[in-house]
């Protein structure tokens, strides 16, 4: 590699290290027509597969030049950074000669807005139809949307790519004004619809026309700043509450602020990311996707913002000790996967087992579920064995170690 190319190569790679909204895929776009590449059971960036194998990426900006002056980004127009940008042409040779290498398994690809938000995305454009349809490419693409573009550059796009995002980067229009006031949240907003509509458009089609081309058949995510901003946890879970019920989103991704650039507007420099608060967002998170819960549960409470001391399902145990204890050979599987220490798994697996006989304490053992946490919240044929059923004494016992780290750089 030219010792330029290496260097564009290096600048771009390191821009792109603050998006964290990728993932293996799920999706199955075989080989075809002698292609090179295959992405089914394949994603994108360091993520690990179902048998535990990790999956490599090329994850990089296009440029790093941008118009806008978001204040929290590190290339945003002020600041005095080196640039760099690569051609549709060179991407797709790179992303090319690193597979064959063996080095990658796809590309994530992102991109400051360079000159406008319609240019940008035609050059995205240009990179998938090379990879596509010259070097007929068909491992895993995944893009990052330009809000702003036309409604047909993300459509084209979206027939070639395997999954896009749009990132909000701010939950509301408030921290948008305030950080990013180039940004506007309608505009945003209006490619995630599109997206959505789209993918439930092309499902139809292809019951009747099989031969139509998949419309980002991995879905769409997208990413929000932790910790830039003071909202607050309720705030940030309700946009992804709704994102969930209207728009399908396969994924909200929550990325802990890196303070990079001072401003009167930002935390300080020497603050640190708030990793733990981004943690309990994820657990939250997969509360509300697989667990059937909702926002107005786990704040049911005056708190605007999550228990750092413990994880969100066992918070709102402690706040619903009415439900507590609860007979594991009679609940159901709604119940079950409530109770502290009793995943999805675990659930499955009592009521497997109580089919056959009905579950001691032995049994539920047996099942694999956190006994630590759930031993106080449930009763086996009739007989608890854990700590008295108060919330105080439970949140001694239970409780995280003291966490050293405030839940916001806000205070």
Same mark, same amino acid.
């Given at each position: ?203 139809? &089609? !292809? /019951?009747? *026309?099989?031969?139509?081309? +998949?419309?980002?058949?991995?879905? =769409?995510?997208?990413? #929000?700043?932790?910790? %830039?901003?003071?909202?607050? &946890? !309720? /705030?940030? *879970?309700?946009?992804?509450? +709704?994102?969930?019920?209207?728009? =399908?989103?396969?994924? #909200?991704?929550?990325? %802990? ?26 657990? %939250? ?127």
């Amino acid at each position: 590699m030219k010792s330029d190319m290496y260097e564009r190569l290096t600048l771009l790679a390191d821009g792109a290290k603050y998006d964290v909204s990728c993932s293996s895929s799920g999706v199955s776009r075989k080989n075809k027509n002698n292609g090179l590449g295959n992405s089914q059971s394949f994603g994108i960036c360091h993520t690990w597969a179902a048998d535990g194998r990790c999956i490599s990426l090329m994850k990089l900006l296009m440029t790093n030049n941008c118009i806008y002056n978001c204040a929290y980004c590190v290339n945003r127009a002020e600041n005095d950074i080196p640039r760099a940008s690569l051609s549709p042409e060179e991407i797709a040779s790179l992303t090319m000669e690193f597979y064959r290498r063996n080095y990658i398994e796809g590309l994530f690809l992102s991109s400051a807005i360079e000159k406008s938000a319609d240019q940008t995305m035609e050059r995205m454009y240009q990179v998938l139809h090379l990879l596509r349809n010259v070097h007929n490419f068909n491992g895993y693409i995944h893009i990052k949307v330009i809000p702003g573009s036309q409604e047909d550059l993300v459509q084209r796009c979206g027939l070639l790519a395997d999954r896009m995002s749009v990132n909000m980067e701010l939950p509301s229009k408030r921290s948008l004004s305030l950080l990013a006031p180039q940004k506007d949240l309608d505009k945003i907003l209006n490619p995630i619809k599109q997206i959505s509509r789209d993918i439930i458009y092309n499902r139809d &089609d !292809r /019951k009747y *026309l099989t031969h139509t081309p +998949k419309f980002v058949p991995a879905g =769409q995510s997208t990413q #929000v700043i932790i910790g %830039a901003t003071p909202d607050t &946890d !309720r /705030k940030i *879970l309700s946009v992804s509450e +709704k994102l969930y019920s209207q728009y =399908q989103l396969k994924r #909200v991704y929550y990325s %802990a602020y890196v303070p990079v650039n001072e401003g009167p507007n930002l935390p300080s420099l020497w603050a640190k990311p708030p990793m733990l608060r981004e943690h309990r967002l994820y657990q %939250a998170d997969w509360l509300l996707r697989f667990y059937g819960f909702t926002v107005s549960e786990l704040f049911s409470n005056a708190n605007e913002n999550m228990d750092i001391e413990m994880d969100p399902k066992l918070s709102w145990a402690l706040g619903h000790l009415e439900y507590f204890p609860l007979e594991i050979n009679r609940a159901p599987y709604s119940m079950l996967i409530r109770v502290p220490g009793i995943g999805d798994i675990s659930a499955k697996k009592i009521i497997a087992e109580r089919r056959v006989r009905s579950l001691d304490f032995e049994g539920l053992k047996r099942t694999g579920c956190v006994l630590k946490k759930a031993q106080h919240f449930v009763l086996a044929k009739g007989k608890y064995y854990g700590q008295k059923l108060e919330a105080d004494v439970l949140r001694k016992v239970l409780a995280d170690k003291p966490a050293v780290q405030q839940i916001s750089i806000w205070g």
